[in-house]
């Protein structure tokens, strides 16, 4: 079940991105670099309370729970200047991780864009092999691979 996040789940988003930046899932500056960490935490405040990333785009966040606890999360985000949609961030609290979840969390995001004519992508670190997975099984078609190893990601709707 999803639900909308609100600022009591910013350690729970936070924490999971810098656990996941150890393994390389997201920016490995997030566990290496405390003013990258800093950085990660104003935006994810800024996103939870004002629904704004740092570079101005909308953004939201979704609790994604299991037995009313929060087991997962998905960032949101606007892509060139407003008129896209990307589904920027996404994770399952480990012990969660290899059972479904994943898959159920984001075809719950991605039915929310069926037959609105948006567009939306995904862009995929190389290291988060199980994320692309995901991806490419619920529909999204790999478009292109760039400069630092991130996967995009279009899905037909």
């Known amino acids: 079940m999803c639900r909308n996040a609100n600022i009591s789940d910013l350690e729970f988003i936070y924490n999971l991105?810098?656990?996941?930046?150890?393994?390389?899932?997201?920016?490995?500056?997030?566990y290496n670099n405390p003013d990258a960490a800093k950085g990660l935490k104003i935006e994810l405040l800024s996103i939870l309370t004002n629904k704004i990333r740092a570079n101005g785009n909308i953004a939201y966040a979704i609790i994604y729970e299991?037995?009313?606890?929060?087991?997962?999360?998905v960032i949101m985000s606007s892509v060139d200047k407003n008129k896209g949609n990307e589904l920027y961030m996404a994770s399952i609290v480990p012990t969660f991780?290899?059972?479904?979840?994943?898959?159920?969390?984001?075809?719950?995001?991605?039915?929310?864009?069926?037959?609105?004519?948006?567009?939306?992508?995904?862009?995929?670190n190389e290291y988060s092999e199980s994320m692309y997975q995901i991806?490419?099984?619920?529909?999204?078609?790999?478009?292109?691979?760039?400069?630092?190893g991130y996967r995009i990601l279009n899905f037909a709707l």
Do not use: W
């Open 135 to 148: 991806l490419l099984k619920l529909g999204f078609e790999h478009a292109q691979t760039g400069k630092e």
């Open 66 to 73: 299991h037995q009313s606890k929060p087991i997962g999360f």
């Open 97 to 124: 991780r290899g059972k479904g979840f994943g898959k159920k969390m984001i075809n719950e995001i991605t039915k929310q864009f069926e037959g609105k004519n948006l567009a939306l992508l995904a862009r995929c």
């Open 17 to 30: 991105i810098i656990d996941g930046s150890k393994n390389k899932n997201f920016v490995e500056d997030y």
